[in-house]
T-cell receptor, first 114, second 112 residues
Framework: DSGVTQTPKHLITATGQRVTLRCSPR?????VYWYQQSLDQGLQFLIQ???????AKGNILERFSAQQFPDLHSELNLSSLELGDSALYFC?????????????FGPGTRLLVL | QKEVEQDPGPLSVPEGAIVSLNCTYS??????FMWYRQYSRKGPELLMY????GNKEDGRFTAQVDKSSKYISLFIRDSQPSDSATYLC????????????FGRGTSLIVHP
């Protein structure tokens, strides 16, 4: 168990809908990362937060947004969902998001868009 | 061409075999190289972390980096059925955002 928790574990929804994925980092970690994993694209970095502020942005669509709250948990919001958004979404955390730090991954949220 | 290439497999081997997993990359600025293991329905977990070229050994696992060929390898000795998982390579540069670029992962099956 990495200490990173994600809810829900599974999510089934329809195209055009909006969902929110939640992540709680390991105790003491200030940095949170979101990744999308699909069979054809592999693990793709979406966005990173550090202590409530956005620190780095990857291949995140405009329909997706995220935030990190004062208690350090993070939420990833996915809107106007398309079939292609079906994937595993992982959250990871690290102490400060700096060089040499290990990222600890949560168990993921499996999203299915029908 | 993707920055990091990794054969998805699956790679099926008998218990006790030596396993070789590999990645190639195109960005010569990559300096940090990592291997993650991901069991089914779980998140990736860091196995090995190396800087620049050379070998690093940890128990049954050896990570090897050849920067001149832009090629990295993970060797697993005396493979066990519990090693059955997907292995992802990842790498990053020294500066910037410290976010690694991942390979697609190789599925390994070790059968008894």
């Amino acid at each position: 168990d990495s200490g990173v928790t994600q809810t829900p574990k599974h999510l089934i929804t329809a195209t055009g809908q909006r969902v929110t994925l939640r992540c709680s980092p390991r105790s003491g970690d200030l940095s949170v990362y979101w990744y999308q994993q699909s069979l054809d694209q592999g693990l793709q970095f979406l966005i990173q937060y550090y202590n409530g502020e956005e620190r780095a942005k990857g291949n995140i669509l405009e329909r997706f947004s995220a935030q990190q709250f004062p208690d350090l948990h993070s939420e990833l919001n996915l809107s106007s969902l398309e079939l292609g958004d079906s994937a595993l979404y992982f959250c990871a955390s690290s102490p400060r998001g700096g060089q040499g730090e290990t990222q600890y991954f949560g168990p993921g949220t499996r999203l299915l868009v029908l | 061409q993707k920055e990091v290439e990794q054969d998805p497999g699956p790679l099926s081997v008998p218990e006790g075999a030596i396993v070789s997993l590999n990645c190639t990359y195109s960005n010569s600025a990559f300096q940090y190289f990592m291997w993650y293991r991901q069991y089914s329905r779980k998140g990736p977990e860091l196995l090995m972390y190396t800087y620049s070229s050379g070998n690093k050994e940890d128990g049954r696992f050896t990570a090897q980096v050849d920067k001149s060929s832009k090629y990295i390898s993970l060797f697993i000795r005396d493979s066990q059925p519990s090693d059955s998982a997907t292995y992802l390579c990842a790498m990053r540069t020294t500066g910037g955002s410290y976010i690694p670029t991942f390979g697609r992962g190789t599925s390994l099956i070790v059968h008894p």
